[in-house]
């Protein structure tokens, strides 16, 4: 399976916003409302931030909000903050009830 | 809280079987309750799913890695096994394991905090 497609890099300044995308194909992100994100700072675990393509689970700031359209599954942050500055990785269930992640995509708080 | 812990060698030598084990800690049943994940992320790169299994035995796997991946799950010990046979270089990588939730199961939502595997003779 191949993993889905994400930009190398994005980047904002504190308080805009960002979105990174997250392209797969009908088999996967676009046959199901199962895409997930993460959030991953340098040296630590990975953090679920989205779920079900747009449940954020408790605890995860109202500034982040994840969409989907077709294929391609996307996460917003707005009013960037500092603290955002990681690698951001989505996931979604396929056809062949397997899992595959996004290549990553680092966000720089400029 | 729940939280999972990894462990296993550090070092594993080329062509040989690596093993790691997933212990949950905060709710003894909860090994029989959920689905568990396993997770790979090479040196420097992206995450890589390995594979995933329900506490009834049920089993899903990465098609690339199916052939040389085994998973299973001791209730009674609250923890999830993760076996790799013929490993190479290219299965150097810090390895997590995760529970998965959510309607569909889909959510990687607590994690450990990872293991790292070097595969060196």
């Known amino acids: 399976q191949s993993a889905l497609t994400q930009p190398p890099s994005v980047s904002g300044s504190p308080g805009q916003s960002v979105t990174i995308s997250c392209t797969g194909t009908?088999?996967?992100?676009?046959?199901?409302?199962?895409v997930s994100w993460y959030q991953q700072p340098p040296g630590t675990a990975p953090k679920l931030m989205i779920y079900?393509?747009?449940n954020r689970p408790s605890g995860v700031p109202d500034r982040f909000s994840g969409s989907k359209s077709g294929n391609t599954a996307s996460l917003t942050i707005s009013g960037l903050q500092a603290e955002d500055e990681a690698d951001y990785y989505c996931?979604?269930?396929?056809?062949?009830?397997?899992?595959?992640f996004g290549g990553g995509t680092k966000l720089t708080v400029l | 809280q729940l939280q999972l812990q990894e462990s296993g060698p550090g070092l594993v030598k080329p062509s040989e079987t690596q093993s790691l084990t997933c212990t949950v800690f905060g709710d003894s049943k909860s090994s029989s309750r959920y689905y568990w994940g396993w997770i790979r992320q090479p040196p420097g790169k992206g995450l890589e799913w390995i594979g995933t299994?329900?506490?009834?035995?049920?089993?899903y796997y990465n098609p690339s890695l199916k052939s040389r991946v085994s998973i299973s799950v001791d209730t009674s010990k609250n923890q999830i096994s993760l076996k790799l046979s013929s490993v190479t270089a290219a299965d150097t990588a810090v390895y997590y394991c995760?529970?998965?939730?959510?309607?569909?199961?889909?959510?990687?939502?607590?994690w450990g905090q990872g293991t790292m595997v070097t595969v060196s003779s």
């Open positions: 299994i329900y506490y009834s035995g049920s089993t």
């Open positions: 996931s979604s269930y396929t056809s062949s009830i397997t899992w595959v």
């Open positions: 079900e393509v747009s």
């Open positions: 995760a529970r998965q939730t959510g309607y569909y199961h889909d959510a990687f939502d607590i």
């Open positions: 009908s088999s996967d992100v676009g046959s199901y409302n199962r």
